[in-house]
C-alpha cells in the first residue's frame, strides 16, 4: 500500500526534473533530434522537432516520414511486418516564432486551389536519426477522391521520388501542440 509520505515524494521527484525536460537550445546536444509534437495519419507519424547541426546551426523541423510494408506476414499468434523509412524533414525555421509562421503558411495552403505548388527546403535523414544533405520537397495541393484535399510532398531519395501527404487535421494537431508547448516553455 503507497502511503502520503510516497505519493509526495514521488510529486516532489516529478516537480524537481520537469525543468530537465525543458532544455533550452543551447543545451541540445549536436546530431540529435529533440522531439517537440507529432501527429499521426494512416500509417504515418509526422513530428515537429528541434536538431543542432556540428557547426552549432539549430533548427526547426517537420518530419514527413514515409512508410513502405515490403513484406506483411500475419499468422494466428503474431504480425510480423518489413519496412523501409524514408523521412524527408522540412525546415520551418531557427526560431520558434519562425516554425510558427511555417505551420501557419502551410495550414494556409489548404485554401489555394488544387494545383498550387510551392518548394520548401528539406533535409534527408542518414537513417540513424541524424539529418543529412539539404534538398527540396516539392508540395502541391491535391484532391483524393472520398479524401479531400491534402498537400502532397515529393522529394528525391536516391533513384526515387518518394511522396508523403499531409492532412488538414494532421497540420492542425502539430500547430495546436506547437503553440501548447510554446505556451507551457516561453523562454525557449
Given at each position: 500500500?503507497?502511503?502520503?509520505?510516497?505519493?509526495?515524494?514521488?510529486?516532489?521527484?516529478v516537480i524537481v526534473t520537469l525543468p530537465a525536460f525543458?532544455?533550452?537550445?543551447?543545451?541540445?546536444?549536436?546530431?540529435?533530434?529533440?522531439?517537440?509534437?507529432?501527429?499521426?495519419?494512416?500509417?504515418?507519424?509526422?513530428?515537429?522537432?528541434?536538431?543542432?547541426?556540428?557547426?552549432?546551426?539549430?533548427?526547426?523541423?517537420?518530419?514527413?516520414?514515409?512508410?513502405?510494408?515490403?513484406?506483411?506476414?500475419?499468422?494466428?499468434?503474431?504480425?510480423?511486418?518489413?519496412?523501409?523509412?524514408?523521412?524527408?524533414?522540412?525546415?520551418?525555421?531557427?526560431?520558434?516564432?519562425?516554425?510558427?509562421?511555417?505551420?501557419?503558411?502551410?495550414?494556409?495552403?489548404?485554401?489555394?486551389?488544387?494545383?498550387?505548388?510551392?518548394?520548401?527546403?528539406?533535409?534527408?535523414?542518414?537513417?540513424?536519426?541524424?539529418?543529412?544533405?539539404?534538398?527540396?520537397?516539392?508540395?502541391?495541393?491535391?484532391?483524393?477522391?472520398?479524401?479531400?484535399?491534402?498537400?502532397?510532398?515529393?522529394?528525391?531519395?536516391?533513384?526515387?521520388?518518394?511522396?508523403?501527404?499531409?492532412?488538414?487535421?494532421?497540420?492542425?494537431?502539430?500547430?495546436?501542440?506547437?503553440?501548447?508547448?510554446?505556451?507551457?516553455?516561453?523562454?525557449?
Amino acid at each position: 500500500m503507497i502511503t502520503m509520505k510516497r505519493i509526495l515524494t514521488i510529486i516532489a521527484l516529478v516537480i524537481v526534473t520537469l525543468p530537465a525536460f525543458a532544455q533550452k537550445q543551447k543545451s541540445i546536444p549536436a546530431g540529435m533530434r529533440m522531439e517537440i509534437c507529432e501527429a499521426e495519419q494512416n500509417d504515418n507519424a509526422y513530428s515537429i522537432f528541434t536538431y543542432k547541426d556540428e557547426d552549432g546551426t539549430f533548427g526547426y523541423y517537420l518530419s514527413l516520414g514515409r512508410v513502405y510494408r515490403l513484406l506483411e506476414v500475419t499468422t494466428d499468434n503474431s504480425n510480423m511486418t518489413l519496412d523501409h523509412v524514408n523521412e524527408t524533414c522540412l525546415l520551418l525555421g531557427s526560431t520558434a516564432d519562425e516554425a510558427a509562421a511555417s505551420l501557419d503558411a502551410l495550414f494556409e495552403m489548404f485554401d489555394a486551389p488544387v494545383g498550387t505548388v510551392k518548394d520548401y527546403p528539406c533535409r534527408l535523414t542518414t537513417g540513424a536519426e541524424s539529418l543529412g544533405d539539404s534538398s527540396v520537397a516539392t508540395c502541391m495541393v491535391v484532391k483524393r477522391l472520398l479524401e479531400g484535399k491534402r498537400l502532397n510532398f515529393l522529394f528525391k531519395r536516391g533513384n526515387h521520388t518518394v511522396s508523403a501527404d499531409l492532412t488538414k487535421s494532421a497540420i492542425k494537431t502539430l500547430r495546436w501542440n506547437f503553440k501548447l508547448g510554446r505556451k507551457l516553455h516561453p523562454s525557449e
